[in-house]
């Protein structure tokens, strides 16, 4: 019998009712061993939806985990089963198997325990005081100033020609008795602009839907711009139809379909990392909406007996957890069976935890990996051979996961020194990924958040070569939330081509109101907005090096002044001051710093691998003149009475 067999059951398109039964039989004879408590949990859950029939698992992974009260996102889910796939060398899978859910599952299970904050973006930190007096002013001028009534619900997003305000929200509304503010009217006039701005800045809860009849720019960066400024989001999405769908009459290409659809995955990410649950009903929508008005409740508070799917912990990375699963498994199978036996797998689980199964863990796997009805434990439980014993992958995940439960707190401190250990090297492997592959996709949003959120001064440039418009989405989130943010705008021209193909005056139309939008929000948010890249990356490379002064202020203890930006060297139109090659260098530095320590470490562990190789020659060498001189005296002894006379002569 198998440990963890590879798990498809009726759940997923490859499986069927009959290899789920039988699966539950085989591991049901597993978990008779009293060790496996966690594994048997984990399984009943997994079990009890592998039933469910004509799912996806990709769509119905997430009630999985709801099951065991952990929340990932879409981009976690995303993440875990791309990493699942190369970790597993197969092609395009939309599952995971047992093993793998086992190692998401604890490790979600894990953070939730030690409730792991949420980091705060590096891009925050050094901000000049000026600056934060602007942003914490900006809200309250903006609410203070107006003597509009306060409406309950702002219905942003999608307009024309869409009629989801009239036909749907506005008779739910009138019937839960909430005031609303509808932006779109039937004939548009100059003064709505602020009447609309006041609206949205004093009403309670913005209510933004994201359809597949518009491209919804605005709206997009919208929702980014407001969930970055912690107001109350409710976000209704309905992805794009595919390649060839119709928006405003056109037919969008296989560019700009891939375009928006990652464009709408950073959206969802942003909103998700917030811990905001995004909703595909409308209705279901706008009860969260009445519960949130009525309880004083946040978004963020949605349960599932709202219907709503929660998010917890979005910011946390899961795939590298996997991966050094594998590596530490492939590291010991050396003739690539894909299989290593349990005196390897005390050797692995020690790299991976620092601490060491007993002999007593072992044979209860053992007895585990065997027929458990058949086997006389009392016989047979002395006699097992750890080396002829065998586990496969999936085997390996599930007795990691029961296992590293069980460590005590000394090991936890241990295995909290090795990740520090590993924060050396893990950067500095980021840094080449970006300089070799900087185009990601929709499954790399959480390693990109958490690269963009270590950065201490943003720069977004929106040229007019590109669409752009995840980098607006990403700009506006960070503006919104008061980061250090450069930010580079330029307008598409009438006859832009993008990729080869040539953008209708509506595409061209859509974008750029975009990137005025972007641009009017920043603008009010205090920062400059920029149309030349030169002037953008100088200005960077100044605020930049701000930051870096104000962190060793803070370090030494010394307030820095608001007159630091008079020390700060005038940058020139044509850069002579050599800012771009500062930045330049403080690059190249912590890159070096970065690989100095690595290299450091190497050569240390060099060194120590040259000292016990040279002993272990020393002692080579010696075993060697030793079985010469024996075999030499037994052959031809008077030769060796010979060389002591004449070793005694020489003496003398």
């Known amino acids: 019998m198998s440990l963890t067999p590879s798990i498809y059951g009726s759940l997923t398109r490859y499986g069927s009712t009959a290899i789920t039964w039988l699966l539950c039989l085989s591991l049901d004879m597993i978990l008779m061993v009293p060790l496996f408590l966690k594994l048997r949990k984990l399984f009943k859950v997994w079990n009890e939806r592998a039933e469910l029939p004509n799912k996806q698992l990709v769509r119905s992974l997430p009630y999985v985990f709801h099951d065991l009260d952990v929340y990932p996102s879409r981009s976690q889910v995303y993440e875990m089963i791309h990493c699942a796939n190369d970790c597993s060398r197969r092609l395009n899978g939309d599952y995971l198997t047992f093993g793998e859910f086992c190692v998401y599952a604890s490790e979600l299970k894990t953070n939730y325990e030690e409730k792991t904050a949420t980091p705060l973006p590096l891009s925050k930190c050094g901000i000049p005081e000026h600056r934060k007096v602007t ?19 702002f219905l942003g997003g999608s307009c024309n020609p869409t009629t989801w305000r009239t036909d749907i929200a506005i008779p739910i509304l009138k019937s839960l008795g909430i005031t609303y503010y509808n932006p779109q009217v039937a004939i548009w006039r100059p003064e709505l602009i602020e009447l609309e701005w006041s609206a949205k800045q004093n009403a309670e809860v913005l209510f933004i839907v994201i359809d597949n009849q518009t491209r919804a720019i605005v709206s997009m960066i919208e929702a980014a711009f407001m969930c970055g400024s912690q107001r109350n989001l409710i976000l209704v999405f309905t992805e794009t139809a595919g390649p060839g769908a119709f928006i405003h009459g056109e037919a969008i290409s296989q560019n700009e379909y891939r375009d928006l659809k990652q464009s709408q995955s950073y959206l969802q990410d942003i909103v998700e990392r917030h811990g905001i649950p995004i909703f595909d009903q409308m209705p279901v929508a706008l009860s969260c909406v009445h519960r949130i ?27 590298d957890k996997l991966i050094r699963l594998r590596e530490a498994f492939d590291s010991l199978d050396s003739d690539k069976t894909g299989e290593i036996s349990l005196t390897d797998l005390r050797l692995a689980f020690r790299m991976l935890t620092g601490r060491e199964l007993t002999n007593n863990n072992l044979r209860q796997i053992a007895i585990g990996r065997m027929d458990s009805l058949v086997m006389d434990c009392d016989s047979e439980f002395k006699t097992i051979n750890l080396d002829e014993t065998v586990i496969n992958f999936e085997e390996f995940c599930c007795i990691v996961t ?251």
């Open 402 to 652: 029961e296992f590293k439960s069980q460590i005590t707190t000394n090991e936890k401190f241990a295995q909290l020194l090795a990740k520090k250990l590993v924060s050396i090297v893990e950067p500095i492997q980021r840094l080449l990924a970006w300089l070799w592959q900087p185009v990601r996709n929709a499954f790399n949003c959480p390693p990109e958040a958490a690269a963009i959120e270590r950065s201490r001064v943003l720069l977004f440039t929106i040229t007019g070569t590109t669409r752009g418009l995840s980098a607006m989405i990403l700009a506006g989130h960070y503006v919104a939330m008061g980061c250090n943010v450069v930010l580079c705008i330029q307008n598409l021209e009438d006859d832009c081509v993008i990729d080869g193909e040539k953008l209708t005056p509506t595409a061209v139309k859509d974008y750029n109101r975009g990137r005025a939008y972007l641009s009017d929000m920043t603008t009010r948010m205090g920062l400059p907005v920029f149309d030349d890249i030169r002037e953008a990356v100088e200005i960077w490379a100044k605020f930049l090096r701000m930051s870096v002064k104000n962190e060793m202020s803070t370090q030494n203890k010394s307030q820095l002044s608001l007159s630091s930006m008079d020390s700060v060297p005038e940058l020139s139109s044509d850069g002579s001051d050599g800012s771009n090659d500062w930045a330049n260098r403080q690059f190249i530095e912590t890159l070096t710093t970065g690989i100095q320590k690595i290299t450091n470490f190497l050569n240390k562990f060099d060194k120590t691998c040259k000292e016990k190789l040279s002993s272990l020659n020393q002692r080579l060498t010696t075993t060697e003149k030793t079985v010469t001189y024996l075999e030499t005296y037994y052959s031809n002894p008077q030769s060796i009475e010979r060389l002591r006379e004449s070793q005694k002569q020489h003496e003398v």
């Open 135 to 153: 942003l914490n002013q900006q809200t309250k001028d903006s609410i203070n100033k107006t003597s509009e009534p306060k409406f309950e619900v």
């Open 293 to 319: 008005l009525r309880e004083g409740i946040r978004p963020q508070d949605l349960s599932r007996e709202d219907n709503a799917m929660p998010v917890r912990m979005a910011h946390i990375q899961l795939g």
